[in-house]
Structures are given as C-alpha cells and as structure tokens.
C-alpha cells in the first residue's frame, strides 16, 4: 500500500475510540486470548445497525460480547440478539461485559455451541442481520448457511475478510485464506445478493439480500 494510502487508512482507524465497558472487554479478552472486532468495525456495525433498525440479529462468534454490545447499541428496544459461541467461558466473559452496559439480557440470547450446529436449526427467513466472527477456518460454511436466515434486505457481515492481507496474494493457500475467498466468492456470485468487500480493518465484507 502506498505511504499516503496507509497514512490515510491509519487516520480512519484511529477516528474511533472505545468508551470504558468496551475497554473493560478488551482487557478480558486480552486475559482469554481472543481477538476481538476493532475499534472501527465496532463502530460500523453500531451505524450498520442504527441504519438498518433490525428486530433479529444472529451473531457467529460471541467472544467477549464486545461486538455484541456494538450492535445491541443500534438496535430499538424490542429487538433481539442472537448470539452462539461454542465456549463457555466466552459466553461468561461477554454477560460481565452485557451487566457492566447494563444491557437487559432479556434482549439476548446466548446460545453455546459450533455455529455449524446451531445455525441451519434457526428459522429461515426470519433474520434481518447475520454478523460472522468465529473460527476464520469455517467462514464459508458460517456464510452459506447465514444466506438461508435472511429477510429481504437483510444483511451477512463478515469481520476479517481479508484474514490479515492473505486473501489478495495469490501464493497464500491457508485454511482460513481459502474459506474467506470461498465466502466471498460465495456471496458475489449468487444473483440474489449485492456484495461490498471493504479493507476496513482487517476486511469487512457486506452483503445484501435483494428485495423482490
């Protein structure tokens, strides 16, 4: 990337910043060992979903709740969260971050187990916005099944579609590469969707479900 492309891209990384229960979230997810969505990313599914005003949300990946509480600050007070994370302590770690927002958790519903399980078990058609940020290894498999949820209008969001600048460099064959480029590929060439893959962060890949 040229200096003044990555000068630029710095400045829009850093134009957000975390308030203190997400960086009580981030210290937590430091301490588990997890990667959580960036400052940026956090903050475009805040105007993702203030923009979109979902009423369901399925969440693949819930870490510390860190991207949880983003949406959840978009979102109208009847809507609904659903979030799956096959870890526990994970689970844990993101009610402490829901308690410390004093979110209700009457909004959400935390389910424990592999998205591969969970999700072709949830209504199809009945979701206005899948956001995806698990194991980088299952990403297309996360995304295929995530098309089958979604209203009209609605939305797949991706986090880290780019897996770290791989999926641009044609020599990188990892796991997580190839199931980011299949998920990709996956939503650009079904008819039914509109695709957007932006590098914000470490990739942020949108897609829509055309209505009519």
């Known amino acids: 990337m040229p200096a003044d492309k990555r000068s630029a891209w710095s400045y829009a990384e ?4 975390d308030d203190e229960t997400m960086l009580a ?4 997810a430091f301490e588990l060992g997890i990667d959580s969505v960036s400052s940026s990313v956090a903050t475009a599914l805040t105007v993702l ?15 510390v709740g860190l991207s949880s509480l983003a949406m959840l600050r978009g979102l109208g007070p009847n809507a609904a969260l659903t979030t799956i994370d096959p870890d526990v302590e994970h689970l ?5 971050t829901f308690a410390e927002a004093r979110v209700p958790l009457s909004r ?5 187990g592999r998205g591969q399980d969970v999700l072709p078990r949830l ?12 194991d980088p290894e299952s990403t297309d498999e996360y995304v295929e099944m995530s098309a089958r949820l979604l209203r009209p209008g609605g939305v797949i969001a991706v986090n880290n579609a780019l897996d770290g600048d791989r999926v ?8 997580s590469t190839v199931s980011a480029r299949n998920a990709a590929r996956f939503l650009s060439e079904r008819e039914d969707f509109v695709t957007s893959l932006s590098p914000l962060s470490e990739g942020l ?3 829509a479900k055309k209505r009519g």
């Open 25 to 28: 979230a981030r210290e937590r």
């Open 123 to 134: 209504t199809t058609g009945a979701y206005d916005l899948v956001f995806i940020d698990a």
């Open 14 to 17: 850093g134009f957000h910043s």
């Open 168 to 175: 641009q460099q044609p020599t990188s064959r990892g796991a």
């Open 205 to 207: 890949l949108l897609a």
């Open 108 to 112: 959400i519903r935390s389910i424990a």
């Open 92 to 96: 844990r770690a993101a009610r402490e």
């Open 49 to 63: 979903t203030t923009a979109m005003a979902p009423t369901h949300v399925v969440e693949v990946g819930t870490g």
